[in-house]
């Protein structure tokens, strides 16, 4: 069903003379579609920088919280449950499994401690 999706969109944008999408190029990428220049324009590219402005609109799935921004791993974090999600691309992926653990539960090192 997306391959024919794909299929359609690749026959509607070789007839455009607009370039096509991030989205659309994904879709002829995966079709076989895309010409030559325009995987090598894709492979010149840098990934795509996260907009600290989204903070405002983000929050945590799990405890509707805000989130942080951290630069330097790439990642929204959130200190209360000691999770970050990763941002791929300049997009977060703020799926619960996706997430990684930052620190343990205080609970959990009391208790390894003693």
Known sequence: MLSGACGRLASALRGTL??????????????GSLSSAEKSERTRKPPQAFDPALLEFLVCPLSKKPLRYEASTNELIN??????????DGIPNMIPQAARMTHQNKKQEETERH
């Open 79 to 88: 200190e209360e449950l000691g999770i970050a999600y990763p941002v791929i």
């Open 18 to 31: 607009a370039p096509p999408s991030a989205v659309a190029r994904r879709c002829l990428h995966a079709s």
